[in-house]
């Protein structure tokens, strides 16, 4: 027997043609899934109420994998099995790994060289974080069902607005692993701002504060028709709520003058003392941080608001100082943002909501549940991308934007920007490129990501080749390089010889990924070294166009020197010497006009070898011939 | 017979309508199609239309048009869980037979 249901007026639907589609919060250290249900977005609990799962997966003994809850428990007696903030492994390679959390696993990398995605040894064997995460997947799309009562046609997947393109590979194969239907990946701020309605504004510059258990993020995000661009992202991904925990557990630890370090098990109860004392003090003044040793030993302290205040206001500035540079990078006073939304349980403390307050003039939005929100807002999409929507609400489709430039390598090592920064997704973008020596027949690719104007400062993200070019003379070949993004930021690249029909492509599943806030830095970098990046272009372009002029005179040279005296040949060898000097140096305008020197003085030359041409091609044919 | 509400059905109405922020009750209705001949149709009603035969259980609303009436005269909606699915369910005395599925039915 089918339960039903309210829909909104107007758009029941029609029996056996609703899809279930469900949103999902896949976080470092808890994951939720959500839905839209009676018309309302809604998280699903478990059959105990509880609507986050820890992101926790332990690779048992009996060969059992246990995930959530009952797998966070063996963190301490199986640290080795139970992995724990996966997230922060996605898409990496051991070579990216400079934290110490990661100390915590053993790592192994396929390739040996620790450049390939790295696998963490359990005694099941080497998993890889996209198995790990596809554990977690698979928990909540089996909630979702026995919860929805049937299969799910799709997911939209939340990922941090930081996250590459290896990063959200990793989480794609992670979903397809878990059987489902990927809709969309969506950005954590993005998602935020959506359950909040704020995309349903006709435009508006947001701010998304977001203190989770263990990572900080903070996003600016500027909507324009509908589309949402992320101007500037920072934070901290060693920050969140459980450090509040701990600098509570410290004070407890210090009061009772405590002499020898705690056993494991004794410094999981204070944990656990602490973190409920932190969340008392959400509500109440004061809170007392209790714990039952065993043997009838306890201990206890009180703690008041503004003792608590006073001990973790090192950790909210912290965080307000990552705000004020997201301010800086986007170009924004404070008074210029619209609406700050909070996210994470952390958020719920109230100095934290007093010191963005006092920031931004305004309270923050935090009607909905922060531990919710992104999930909520993901369900959104999903049930619009799924075809629910029946109003006019399947109009509004949300629109995502790039991070970063995407780009080809072109010849001096420079990089030629094909899908600008921000560009809204999908995109399909194509130039033309040609060879740059005569009867060249292949042409490496190789994709980049970065704002840089040099390739060695960009990401590389794919080389491949294109063979079979016809032999022609440089720049005849016309090489048509089109770049695709799909709407979930992944990126396919076409190279096509358009006279001869060859092609060649590849689709970006890049080896190992940026490092956290890589993003960032790298846009911070490009903008900071805007001026060098210039002069280093020039440079490189002059000595390209060096290089070239060199190269049709010496070969020129080698064909023709019966066309000139002694004296002329001698003179165009020592400008060839001059300028091939010249351009191992980094002078770009004295390479420049050596070029130009050079291509005066070989214009005679040149005019000498067109006169016998032509006249070799006209030799021994008659007028009518050749009119 | 007036078509009414249960308790838990009446409960649950209210939650929704408190989370989506409007609403004076909720619509009932059927409409023609699906694989065996109607359909139950669940919304929550923003207004209700002269014709319309309105009702009142544990103060909701239940608001439902003419034509169908005919249809769902006596039915009672309520409130159920299964296991971790929950949803509201149509017990209608006039019903004869549904699809598999149960999302429509014949009288």
């Not at chain 1, 999981?268 to 932190?278: F, G, I, Y």
């Not at chain 1, 309270?363 to 799924?386: F, H, K, R, S, W």
């Not at chain 1, 430039?405 to 399909?428: D, F, Q, Y």
């Not at chain 1, 990046?533 to 060096?546: F, H, I, S, T």
Request: charge should be negative; charged fraction near 25%.
């Amino acid at each position: 027997m089918a339960l039903f249901q309210i829909s909104e007026p107007g758009e029941s639907p029609e029996p056996h043609t609703r899809r279930l589609a469900v949103g999902i919060d896949l976080g470092t250290t808890n994951s939720l899934v959500a839905t839209i249900r009676n018309a309302v977005p809604e998280c699903l609990p478990d059959s105990d109420g509880r609507a986050m799962l820890p992101s926790a997966v332990q690779y048992a003994e009996d060969g059992e994998i246990v995930v959530g809850g009952a797998a966070l428990k063996h963190r301490g007696d199986d640290a080795l099995n139970t992995i724990t903030s996966v997230k922060r492994f996605m898409g990496r390679s051991v070579a990216d790994l400079r934290d110490e959390s990661a100390a915590r696993y053993q790592f192994t990398t396929p390739s040996g060289d620790g450049k390939g995605q790295l696998k963490i040894t359990t005694r099941q064997g080497a998993i890889s974080p996209i198995e790990v995460s596809s554990e977690i997947l698979k928990a909540l799309k089996r909630r979702a069902e026995e919860t929805l009562g049937g299969e799910l046609y799709g997911a939209v997947i939340t990922v941090p607005a930081y996250f590459d393109d290896a990063q959200r590979q990793a989480t794609k194969d992670a979903a397809q692993l878990a059987g489902l239907n990927v809709l969309r990946l969506l950005n954590e701020p993005t998602a935020a701002a959506v359950a909040y309605g704020l995309d349903q504004k006709a435009e508006g510059t947001f701010l998304i504060y977001d203190l989770g258990g263990g990572t900080f993020d903070v996003s600016i995000l500027r909507l324009t028709r509908g589309v949402f661009e992320v101007l500037a992202t920072a934070g901290d991904t060693h920050l969140g709520g459980d450090d509040f925990d701990a600098v509570l557990a410290k004070y407890a630890f210090d009061t009772w003058a405590l002499t020898r370090a705690l056993s494991p098990a004794g410094q999981a109860n204070l944990s656990a003392a602490a973190r409920a004392a932190k969340e008392t003090l959400s509500t109440e003044t004061s809170a007392t941080i209790k714990v039952n040793w065993g043997c009838g030993f306890d201990s206890s302290v009180d703690v008041s608001r503004e003792k608590f205040v006073e001990l973790s206001q090192p950790l909210v500035d912290k965080t307000l100082s990552a705000v004020k540079r997201t301010l800086r990078d986007a170009k924004l006073k404070a008074n210029e943002i619209d609406g700050v939304v909070l996210v994470g349980g952390a958020t719920r403390m109230p100095h934290v909501r007093a010191a963005l307050e006092s920031i931004f003039g305004k309270a923050p939005l935090a009607t909905m549940n922060p531990d919710e929100v992104v999930a909520l807002g993901a369900a959104i999409q999903a049930d619009q991308l799924a075809g629910n929507k029946t109003g006019d609400g399947d109009s509004h489709l949300l629109l995502d934007v790039i991070p970063l430039s995407l780009g080809m390598e072109t010849m001096g090592g420079l990089v030629e920007k094909i899908v600008p920064r921000n560009s809204t997704i999908p995109v399909a973008k194509a130039q033309e490129f040609t060879t740059f020596k005569d009867g060249q027949t292949a042409m490496a690719l190789h994709v980049l990501q970065g704002e840089r104007e040099l390739a060695s400062d960009c990401r590389s993200l794919a080389r491949f080749e294109l063979r079979g070019i016809p032999p022609m003379v440089a720049g005849a070949a016309r090489i048509r390089v089109t770049f695709q993004v799909d709407a979930d930021g992944l990126l396919s690249v076409a190279a096509l010889e358009t006279t001869s029909g060859v092609r060649a492509e590849v689709t970006v599943k890049p080896s190992y990924g940026l490092g956290d806030g890589e993003i960032a830095s790298m846009l911070q970098s490009a903008y900071a070294s805007a001026s060098t990046d210039m002069q280093a272009r020039a440079l490189a372009e002059a000595r390209v166009d060096a290089t070239a002029l060199v190269q049709a005179v010496t070969q020129a040279l080698a064909e023709d020197r019966a066309l000139l005296n002694d004296n002329e040949a001698a003179a165009l060898t020592s400008q060839i010497a001059f300028l091939k000097q010249l351009a191992e140096g980094s002078d770009h305008r004295a390479i420049v006009r050596a070029t130009e020197d050079l291509n005066r003085a070989s214009t005679d030359f040149a005019g000498r070898r067109m006169d016998k041409a032509v006249k070799k091609a006209l030799a021994g044919k008659t007028l009518d011939q050749i009119v | 017979m007036p078509v009414t509400l249960t308790q838990a059905a009446a409960n649950h109405v209210e939650k929704y309508i408190a989370k989506r922020g409007k609403g004076i009750g909720i619509r009932l209705g059927v409409k023609t199609t699906g694989c065996s001949g109607l359909a139950y149709k669940l919304e929550y009603a923003d207004d209700s239309l002269p014709e319309d035969i309105v009702s009142e259980s544990f103060g909701m609303k239940v608001i439902v048009d003419p034509k169908s009436f005919a249809v769902l005269d006596g039915t009672e909606l309520d409130f159920q869980k299964e296991g971790l699915n929950e949803g509201f369910k149509f017990n209608n005395p006039r019903e004869k037979a549904r699809c598999g599925c149960g999302e429509s039915f014949t009288v």
